[in-house]
């Protein structure tokens, strides 16, 4: 049985090749498309890390408080806190304001 530690050159048959054309006008057309998709959700999470909205946020300031993800941002580096489950309850309880993140901030 060979050492774990050792690293041998893959073989060409496990080497997979692509055989995509970058310059054919489905890729181009698929690239738009995902660009669109990645630009919808970056537009979503902006809105959802207002929490409740502009007026929520005044309110929290005009009672001398910071928001959730303000005194987040005082406790980390910059740059070092992934949040994850951005998108809990997304579209759910609209009809009392929403839950943007399920009223709930988590990361890493």
């Known amino acids: 049985?060979?050492?774990r530690n050792e690293?041998?050159?893959?073989?060409?048959?496990s080497v997979l090749e692509s055989h995509?054309?970058?310059?054919?006008?489905r890729f181009e057309a698929n690239m738009r498309?995902?660009?669109?998709?990645?630009?919808q959700v970056r537009n979503e999470e902006e809105k959802i890390r207002?929490?409740?909205?502009?007026k929520a946020i005044e309110n929290q300031h005009s009672k001398g408080r910071l928001t959730a993800r303000e005194r987040?941002?005082?406790?980390?580096?910059?740059g070092t806190f992934f949040e994850i489950g951005s998108f809990?309850?997304?579209?759910?309880?609209e009809e009392w304001g929403g839950a943007p993140?399920?009223?709930?901030i988590t990361g890493l």
């Open 1 to 3: 049985m060979a050492d």
């Open 7 to 13: 690293f041998s050159t893959p073989s060409s048959s």
């Open 20 to 25: 995509v054309d970058a310059t054919s006008p």
């Open 33 to 39: 498309f995902l660009a669109d998709m990645v630009s």
């Open 50 to 54: 207002e929490g409740g909205g502009q």
């Open 72 to 78: 987040i941002s005082l406790l980390v580096d910059a």
């Open 88 to 93: 809990a309850a997304r579209g759910m309880y």
């Open 101 to 104: 993140s399920a009223g709930v």
